[in-house]
């Protein structure tokens, strides 16, 4: 099992519009206790930003008609950053440090759980998340969103698109481009997903609702989702 697990907690699990607070208080139990069994294991959750981020940027964007895609994502990265808060004060005290809002500056580590949010425009908070698994040595990243699976195409538009279980990061890359948008919706940020090829990490994505497949990949036992790697 590893040590440090990383997750990067999807906002649209979290505040899909407003706070979900009936799965944040399933997944808490189930983290806490899941922790409680594995002594020595730490997890570090980086969570986005939902339906908020996506709201406030779309009103910046009606109200000014402005695509200033800087101006757009520190709008998206205060969702995250009360997000984070949330998730913090939940997990207190097995969380004990601040939220990470820098994953470049010193970060302590000294409780169980590390909550970070979004750092400074240009992607979104899987390319944080990615950054923190290099950090702590984590070879493996967990994407949990609103998704069980990456498919051939966005399944909310397309009902014919068909679930992939094993991607190779040029076969990702391929499908979601080189460019960054404020409040993009795909399973893993353009930018996250050439940071994670080039470090050779290896990425789960999967529903982060279902709570009996999120044990069974922290357990190591067979899971749905889509696992991408070089
Ligand atoms: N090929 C694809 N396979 C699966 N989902 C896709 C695909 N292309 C686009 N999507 C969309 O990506 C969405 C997931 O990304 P989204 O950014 O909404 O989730 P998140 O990362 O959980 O939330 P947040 O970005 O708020 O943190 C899905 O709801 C789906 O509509
Ligand atoms: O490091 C970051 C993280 C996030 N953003 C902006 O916030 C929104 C919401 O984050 P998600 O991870 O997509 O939920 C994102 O779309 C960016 O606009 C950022 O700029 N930098």
Excluded at 38 to 49: E, K, M, T
Excluded at 66 to 73: Q, R, T, W
């Amino acid at each position: 099992m590893d040590k440090t697990i990383v997750m990067s907690l999807g906002g649209s699990i979290v505040a899909p519009d407003g706070v979900d607070a009936e799965f944040l208080s399933i997944f808490r139990h189930h983290i806490t206790s899941f922790l409680e069994k594995h002594d020595g294991v730490r997890l570090i959750l980086v969570v986005g930003g939902g339906g908020p981020a996506r709201r406030y940027q779309q009103a910046f964007r009606t109200i000014t008609g402005s695509d200033d895609h800087a101006l757009l994502d520190w709008i998206g990265i205060a969702a995250t950053r009360l997000n984070a808060e949330l998730l913090r004060a939940l997990f207190h005290p097995l969380c004990a440090d601040p939220v990470v809002t820098d994953p470049t500056a010193e970060i302590p580590f000294t409780g169980r759980i590390l909550v970070a949010s979004g750092w400074k425009p240009g992607f979104s908070t899987d390319f944080d998340a990615v950054l923190l698994a290099e950090r702590f040595g984590a070879r493996r990243l967990l994407n949990l969103s609103n998704i069980a699976m990456v498919y051939s195409d966005d399944p909310r538009t397309n009902p014919d698109a068909t679930p992939l279980p094993r991607l190779s990061w040029k076969e990702f890359r391929a499908m979601v481009g080189d460019e960054w948008t404020p409040g993009k919706n795909v399973p893993f940020d353009p930018v996250a997903a050439r940071k994670a090829h080039e470090g050779g990490l290896s990425v789960i994505i999967a529903a982060g609702k279902d709570i009996e497949n999120l044990s069974a990949i922290l357990e190591g036992r067979p899971f749905r989702g889509t696992v991408i790697e070089s």
